[in-house]
């Protein structure tokens, strides 16, 4: 069962506080082919484990296949794969403040072999892979990894994902409508993941997702804060 913490707030648009140490939330949920994961988030510290904070993770026990998330310190953005081969491929940028809002997103172009990292619609880096993305895990961690001890400390307000490569301009009329707290999302062609400010269920400790593909994720321990 979820945990039920104190709720911050009953109405209007929420956040998910993570602790950085053991809270997070869960859904079943596989990405394969090409792929756009936005997110906004605001890092309060340094991870008190010592390791990387995730943010959005796909890993289970079967392996992991991409994650976007910070270095430990918390001031560096970065998105990365496991490829065929199984191993780990990344971009980074940094170095980001504690206490500010960015919209960080990723880009996995499967036909052209390559990533690429955007912070706040600008990108950042380009990665030309050797090997495409393995396809092993069926689970993502919204704030954390599957086994735990890699927690995000700080606040996540949205989490995005799309089944296709979406263009810089596109990236761009998200990370506006983000960073401007919008409650419809301007890009929705290939939008398979949506949780926002406005679908939470704080009460069941639910983050419904409004893309129609009812990949709703459960939170344990993380906490809905009112903005």
């Not at 859904?27 to 994961?37: C, K, Q, R």
Request: hydrophobic share 35%; glycine share 12%.
């Amino acid at each position: 069962m979820p945990s039920r913490r104190p709720l911050l707030g009953a109405i209007g648009k929420h956040v998910v506080f993570c602790d950085g140490i053991d809270d997070y939330g869960r859904l079943p949920f596989s990405l394969s082919g090409s792929f756009t994961v936005i997110s906004m988030f605001k890092c309060h510290g340094n991870a008190l484990h010592g390791y990387e904070q995730y943010i959005a993770f796909e890993h289970d026990s079967g392996g992991a296949d991409w994650n976007i998330g910070l270095t430990n310190e918390g001031t560096y953005f970065r998105f990365a794969i496991w490829d065929t081969t199984g191993t780990f491929r990344a971009i980074t940028y940094g170095k980001l403040k504690y206490g500010t809002y960015y919209v960080g997103a990723g880009v996995y172009d499967e036909e052209n072999l390559e990533l690429r990292g955007y912070i706040n619609g600008s990108l950042f880096n380009t990665y030309s892979l050797p090997n495409p993305m393995h396809d092993v895990a069926n689970t993502l961690n919204i704030g954390n990894n599957y086994g735990g001890g890699r927690g995000f400390y700080g606040e996540i307000a949205y989490v995005l994902a799309y089944e296709e490569v979406l263009s810089d301009s596109d990236i761009q009329k998200v990370t506006k409508a983000l960073k401007n707290w919008e409650q419809n999302i301007p890009v929705t062609d290939g939008l398979i993941l949506g949780l926002t400010p406005y679908s939470l269920d704080c009460e069941n400790g639910i983050w419904n997702d409004i893309s129609g593909n009812n990949n709703n994720a459960t939170l344990y321990g993380a906490r809905c804060l009112w903005i």
